[in-house]
């Protein structure tokens, strides 16, 4: 059975720069992302003492399929890597893992670890982990529409689930989201759930990226005025 929804901020992090470290350094590309690996680690057990509730990552994006060959074959082995020791540590921790995005042009077997994963966390009440894989937000919007399309046709009163369908199930909102690494857009990521989001922009490539960062960034949120359209409060 899954978890209850948590309480909290829904942070949504891009996270870039792995590359751009490794090269800063002269090392592979590949070493990059497993750095970033380290981060994620480091963010998500941060997350919950922060006020994070739910805690969305993008890890790979549907245009991502065109960087080089050898590149993707390493993300795709540090992501076997991962949902293989760490789901039981997310597990311990509370932290309940579900992967949003395409499944079906995943190499083989990799479906089959994340179903195993996410399984294995289900329970979890103190983060949802939420991690966007072969991620499109705008594929995300087209689909929901397709299905919500289709139950209207039979009739099934749906108008009201099309957030949850873009999103892949009852989640709330994005408050913020944070891109590392000094770029300034979004990227096709969460473009309906972070319709009155604000954003945070570093330089702090990811693999730097750690809990002092995240504070950081919620620091700067905190002191924005969120109106959602609204009007500034009266002094």
Same mark, same amino acid.
């Given at each position: 059975?899954?978890?209850?929804?948590?309480?909290?901020?829904?942070?949504?992090?891009?996270?870039?720069?792995?590359?751009?470290?490794?090269?800063?350094?002269?090392?592979?590309?590949?070493?990059?992302?497993?750095?970033?690996?380290?981060?994620?680690?480091?963010?998500?057990?941060?997350?919950?003492?922060?006020?994070?509730?739910?805690?969305?990552?993008?890890?790979?994006?549907?245009?991502?399929?065109?960087?080089?060959?050898?590149?993707?074959?390493?993300?795709?082995?540090?992501?076997?890597?991962?949902?293989?020791?760490?789901?039981?540590?997310?597990?311990?921790?509370?932290?309940?893992?579900?992967?949003?995005?395409?499944?079906?042009?995943?190499?083989?077997?990799?479906?089959?670890?994340?179903?195993?994963?996410?399984?294995?966390? %289900?329970?979890?009440?103190?983060?949802? #982990? +939420?991690?966007?894989? =072969?991620?499109?937000? /705008?594929?995300?919007? $087209? @689909?929901? !529409?397709?299905?919500?399309?289709?139950?209207?046709?039979?009739?099934?009163?749906?108008?009201?689930?099309?957030?949850?369908?873009?999103?892949?199930?009852?989640?709330?909102?994005?408050?913020?989201?944070?891109?590392?690494?000094?770029?300034?857009?979004?990227?096709?990521?969460?473009?309906?759930?972070?319709?009155?989001?604000?954003?945070?922009?570093?330089?702090?490539?990811?693999?730097?990226?750690? %809990?002092?960062?995240?504070?950081?960034? #919620? +620091?700067?949120?905190? =002191?924005?005025?969120? /109106?959602?359209?609204? $009007? @500034?409060? !009266?002094?």
């Amino acid at each position: 059975m899954q978890s209850a929804l948590q309480p909290g901020l829904h942070v949504g992090i891009i996270m870039d720069g792995n590359g751009r470290w490794a090269t800063g350094r002269g090392l592979p590309r590949a070493l990059g992302h497993k750095a970033g690996v380290a981060a994620i680690r480091r963010v998500v057990e941060a997350a919950p003492g922060q006020g994070i509730g739910t805690l969305t990552l993008y890890a790979f994006s549907s245009d991502n399929w065109r960087r080089p060959e050898d590149e993707v074959t390493a993300l795709m082995g540090l992501l076997r890597l991962y949902l293989r020791e760490e789901a039981e540590r997310l597990a311990r921790a509370g932290v309940r893992l579900s992967v949003i995005g395409r499944r079906d042009r995943l190499p083989e077997g990799i479906a089959e670890a994340i179903g195993r994963a996410e399984a294995r966390t %289900a329970a979890g009440s103190g983060l949802h #982990l +939420r991690i966007a894989l =072969d991620y499109s937000a /705008r594929a995300a919007i $087209l @689909a929901a !529409a397709a299905s919500l399309a289709a139950d209207l046709r039979t009739g099934v009163p749906a108008a009201a689930e099309f957030g949850r369908r873009v999103s892949g199930g009852p989640v709330p909102d994005v408050d913020l989201v944070i891109r590392t690494s000094g770029e300034q857009r979004l990227s096709d990521f969460l473009l309906w759930e972070s319709a009155y989001a604000e954003l945070h922009f570093t330089p702090v490539h990811w693999p730097d990226f750690g %809990a002092d960062d995240l504070a950081t960034a #919620l +620091r700067a949120f905190a =002191d924005r005025e969120r /109106r959602f359209g609204g $009007l @500034a409060s !009266a002094a």
